[in-house]
């Protein structure tokens, strides 16, 4: 995903990039608790016996500051009362409301979106709300939560179409409740009804989130004023603008080599630390990094020298990886896509050999005109792969990356063509044997935007059928394997909307999922969280100021909980802190240090 819209006869350069009817883009103070790799689900995080998970030394401070927002798992003497007994009945609702709903039940039910039925959520993480779409707007109706573990039910009345449990409540419940059953109903005055359910998950979640939020009325424009990074921490209920296009000091390259400012930061990484994000500025493409943290919004972070800045800044680059067994002073890796043949070289638009490079963001000066090839920067061999390299992920641990194999290299970005996952070993920028991912190199597919998960057992991926474009296409879904590879790579139930909602998927463009900074752990369960964006909300279309038809996409979280050799998987949960007035993608969830949610 790159910041440009491509056209089979022009080149426009905006932060928007929308492909036409498919709609997807493509690429003060501290929040206590979310500025660490936190473990949740460690003692004390998820209130039960656990262990947190170090990968590769990924876990220090694990859980020391995960938990400060995660309510403790408490007892309760006989049934909880965190229900209460008395209805809640929303602003301008009669009193006499819930004697309404004593006659018996016509027809069929509301469609509940929220929560979607089965859905595993973290327990620090935003409160409930339930949405539904109901045969009349502005109709009342009822909406009761029951537990099995608490003496009332919870009952609201309301003429809206979506209503949010009680924070007190709420936090109430997650302290109590856990690993049962908690069932929603939804009926209209004189209507069916309708049910879902839902769990709280005995760890919580950690880390913070940022993505990259933009107007989708100005495709089609280049200013650089219409997008910005918001970011939110793990329970916050709103967000907060972190990076903003004219904040960025780096300066990045036109094609004739002059500079200029930063156009676009869609296309973002978190560095190790959280205390900057790295992205891709618009063509040609090269690399910039800027802080996050609030004191320092748009900074150049201090270790990164001028030779440093003359590496990422040469053209043709694409979605790269960072990894904090590199993030250290003396070795500041980053590994992305080369698109140059040598230093200075001609630039390709389409390049089908695209070669995976290391680059040091610390790199001494440059004493030429271009980067020296093996000093600044090098090529990491992928012996045994022929075809080009395209967005890579970086272990954790540092020894591993995972890139699409792929001839169909475009712009930093994929356009049409074979593509498969393959492995191949850092081994100290030297690289080695390159091999494909087994369950993500299948032949009948196209396999793309790998992501690592915390622990680096796991991989998730999108997918589409084989032979078609992997850039913007409502087809993607979002598939897990292990990083060892398997027989068969499982595809996330979190791809397919509530069935009632008459969207599915594929259709829906599932894409871009990161894993949560975090692995929780009860006994011999592990808890896993992501990220991902989707056009399924059911935002209308907005037809944009070129005259395009943009698709609004939103940000889903979902959990995988692996025991074993038993993997579960959960539906999606929305994330109703953001707006639905900005298409939101390309979520980061790491462990910023960003501005604390007012």
């Known amino acids: 995903m790159h910041c440009s819209f491509l056209t089979s006869t022009s080149r426009v350069t905006l932060c928007l990039p929308v492909l036409l009817s498919l709609g997807v883009v493509a690429c003060a103070g501290v929040k206590s608790g979310q500025g660490h790799l936190g473990v949740a689900g460690s003692s004390g995080a998820a209130g039960a016996a656990g262990s947190a998970v170090d990968a590769g030394g990924a876990g220090e401070d694990a859980g020391a500051d995960a938990a400060a927002d995660a309510p403790p798992l408490e007892g309760c003497q006989g049934k909880c009362m965190d229900f209460p007994a008395a209805p809640l009945i929303d602003l301008g609702v009669s009193p006499d409301a819930p004697g309404m709903f004593a006659v018996g039940l016509v027809g069929a039910g509301p469609c509940i979106t929220e929560p979607e039925d089965g859905a595993l959520f973290p327990n620090n993480w935003l409160r409930p709300r339930v949405k539904f779409t109901p045969a009349v707007p502005g109709t009342l109706h009822e909406i009761r939560f029951h537990s099995d573990e608490e003496l009332n039910d919870l009952v609201a009345y309301t003429t809206n179409d979506h209503w949010t449990m009680p924070k007190a409540v709420w936090t109430g419940l997650a302290s109590h409740v856990r690993d049962s059953a908690i069932t929603v109903t939804v009926r209209a005055v004189g209507g069916g009804t309708s049910m879902v359910s839902f769990t709280i998950a005995p760890v919580a979640a950690s880390g913070s989130v940022v993505f990259w939020a933009a107007n989708p009325a100005d495709h089609g424009n280049a200013n650089p004023l219409s997008s910005s990074l918001q970011g939110f921490a793990v329970g916050d209920e709103s967000s907060v603008q972190v990076l903003g296009v004219r904040d960025v000091q780096m300066s990045t390259r036109n094609a004739d080599n002059s500079l200029r400012p930063v156009t676009c930061i ?38 990164l020298t ?37 230093p200075c070289g001609q630039y390709k638009q389409t390049n089908s050999n695209v070669r995976l490079a290391w680059l040091d963001v610390e790199a001494g000066p440059v004493t030429g005109a271009c980067p020296i090839e093996g000093k600044q920067f090098g090529i990491i061999a992928r012996n045994g792969d022929t075809s080009g390299a395209a967005n890579p992920t970086w272990s954790h641990d540092g020894k591993t990356i995972v890139y699409s194999s792929t001839s169909a290299g475009q712009d930093g970005r994929l356009g049409t063509g074979p593509s498969d996952l393959f492995t191949v070993p850092y081994n100290d920028r030297a690289g080695g044997a390159a091999t494909p991912l087994q369950g ?26 084989a032979g078609e474009v992997m850039y913007a296409n409502p087809l993607a879904e979002l598939y897990v394997v292990p990083s060892t590879g398997a027989a068969e790579a499982k595809r ?94 390309t979520p980061a969830w790491d462990p910023f240090s960003i501005p604390i949610v007012q």
């Open 492 to 585: 996330l139930p979190a791809n397919d909307p509530p069935t009632c909602s008459g969207r599915a998927s594929p259709g829906v463009n599932n894409h871009w999922a990161k894993w949560a900074p975090g692995v929780g752990v009860v006994g011999s369960k592990k808890y896993y969280w992501l990220i991902f964006s989707s056009n399924r909300y059911g935002t209308p279309p907005v037809v944009a100021n070129d005259k395009s038809v943009v698709q609004v996409s939103q940000l889903y979280a979902t959990a995988i909980v692996v025991d074993g050799t038993q993997t579960q998987m959960f539906p999606a949960i929305y994330l109703w802190n953001q707006s639905t007035a900005t298409l939101n993608t």
């Open 266 to 303: 869609g296309c973002h990484n978190s560095t190790p630390d959280g205390k900057s994000v790295g992205f891709i500025d618009n063509f040609p493409w090269n690399m910039a990094i800027a802080g996050v943290e609030p004191t320092r919004p748009g900074l150049k972070p201090p270790y």
């Open 306 to 342: 001028p030779g440093g800045v003359d590496t990422i800044r040469q053209p043709g680059m694409g979605i790269f990886s960072f990894s904090k067994a590199h993030w250290i002073d003396g070795d500041r890796i980053a590994v992305s896509p080369y698109y140059l043949d040598m």
């Open 440 to 465: 993500a190199a299948d032949p009948n597919a196209e396999e793309y935007y790998p992501s690592f998960s915390f622990d680096d057992a796991l991989v998730a991926f999108d997918r589409v059928p």
